[in-house]
């Protein structure tokens, strides 16, 4: 994109394109991304459409394709679909949890061409990984990562930290070195969907998080070379929000399993827009026609402080989800930006994080009857 | 890097042509770089088979230039600084 001002930017190919395959899984994490009524999605896309999906995106240019979920291995036509994102020349990423790999699966997918796997653990301990996602699942991800090494892939481990696990991750690391991992994420959770339900429980201290910064560089100095760790800082504590999705619509095309198409894959939540469907438009006219992706591409439809602000073309405004979350308008400023008139929520939440009583609301497990009963 | 190390891609990275952006681009875990004309030219060259000599001679020759060597070795040190190159032991 050039960096001239314009009122609507040239719009660029959906470069990449994430398939969330189905919502279904066996795990039930606290700080899970899928929306709160992921319950009521039921009537997945079938191995044609997606296929027809990959086709049609391919040819407007996407070419990083990552099959997520819930966890993408509960389908069985996983290795169909990768077959098919490899003809088409696609770089596929697998996401998952581990859950449901086998050794029979991963030759096959290794086979047709699947190019990486990210593989997620909850925590380095096996009963913290199991109290995070309510499942006795460390011992089978830690096999999971010996096949994935022993098939020559690289090796990406995430962990998304939080209050209940940023205190480990000194044993994180090194769990991850130990399992001989090349990059390392460490993704301060986001607050949306389930974390935001559970941001009470979640949003770490000032003081853990500074203390995790310095375990996580003295780590970086001493992989050099060997290991490559990613750390984000969690929004809530910078004073500019993050460039949601490189921009909305510039970059992303997100596919839910019942086919909706949205430029991000937690735009969901958002009142008042609809949201395309592949079942009922092809790719082309989503991404370049349909309402949904056009919303919030460019400066027009920017508010102040947003609309005459210098630093818009730095992170568009923020995260449209987040500006609704905390100041229950999509097309506000993202309230992480201290000039946004909403900003004293993001500060009230983060004051709260730094004492130590236990909130009395629950911690809510991602569940189906927890889907139903909070949506 | 020696003249004599034959520089490959490093498995799991992926060099690719891409007709909607006009551009080659390098693929990897999560990421993707497009690439200018001549890191294309040279990222193509990097099969394992040919030592950067070898490499130099050969886009010498393509683009009827003298004098590329500089700027080729300074182009693999940063490949290689972003792990994108795995040196084959000659
Ligand atoms: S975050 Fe946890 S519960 Fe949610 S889809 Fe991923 S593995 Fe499943
Ligand atoms: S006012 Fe809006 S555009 Fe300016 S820095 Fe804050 S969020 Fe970004």
Known sequence: ?375 | MSQADRPSIRPGIRLQWEAVQNAYVLLYPEGMVKLNTSAAEILRRCDGMRSVDEIVADLESAFNRNGLQGEIEHFLQLARAQGWLSAAES
């Open chain 1, 1 to 375: 994109m050039s960096a001239a001002v314009t009122t609507s930017p040239a719009i660029g190919p959906p470069l990449w394109l994430l398939l969330e395959l189905t919502y279904r899984c066996p795990l039930q994490c606290v700080f899970c991304y899928n929306p709160i009524d992921f319950a009521k999605v039921e009537d997945e896309l079938t191995t044609e459409e997606w296929i027809r999906v990959l086709r049609e995106a391919r040819a407007l240019g996407s070419v990083q394709l990552g099959l997520s979920g819930g966890e993408p291995l509960m389908r069985d036509d996983v290795e169909a679909i990768a077959d098919e994102a490899h003809r088409l020349g696609y770089y596929t990423n697998l996401i998952t949890s581990g859950v449901g790999l086998t050794r029979e699966r991963l030759s096959e997918l290794k086979r047709v061409g699947l190019d990486h796997i990210q593989l997620s653990f909850q925590d380095s301990t096996r009963e913290m990984n199991d109290f995070l996602s309510h499942t006795r699942t460390f011992e089978l991800k830690k096999r999971c990562a010996e096949w994935i090494k022993e098939r020559g892939y690289p090796m990406v481990v995430n962990c998304v930290i939080h209050r209940l696990n940023i205190d480990h991750l000194d044993t994180i690391i090194d769990m991850a070195v130990r399992m001989g991992a090349d990059y390392l994420e460490l993704a301060n959770t986001q607050y949306y969907s389930w974390a935001h339900l559970n941001r009470e429980h979640l949003l770490p201290s000032r003081e853990q998080l500074q203390n995790a910064e310095r375990t996580m560089l003295a780590w970086r100095e001493r992989m050099k070379g060997k290991m490559k760790i990613f750390f984000v800082v969690p929004d809530y504590y910078e004073q500019r929000p993050k460039k949601c999705v490189n921009g909305w619509g510039t970059t992303l095309a997100t596919i839910a399993p019942d086919g909706t198409a949205m430029p991000c894959h937690t735009a969901r939540m958002l009142p008042g827009l609809s949201f395309p469907n592949v079942r009922e438009r092809s790719m082309r006219d989503i991404w370049f026609d349909s309402d949904a992706f056009n919303r919030f591409r460019g400066w027009g439809w920017m508010k102040e402080p947003c609309a005459s602000c210098e630093e818009r073309e730095k992170d568009f405004g923020g995260c449209r989800c987040q500006a609704y979350l905390l100041a229950h308008d999509a097309a506000a400023a993202d309230p992480v930006c201290s000039k946004s008139p909403h900003h004293r929520v993001v500060v009230s939440a983060v004051e709260r994080a730094q004492e130590t009583r236990v909130p009395e609301a629950p911690l809510v497990f991602r569940r189906p009857e927890n889907s139903r009963s909070y949506s």
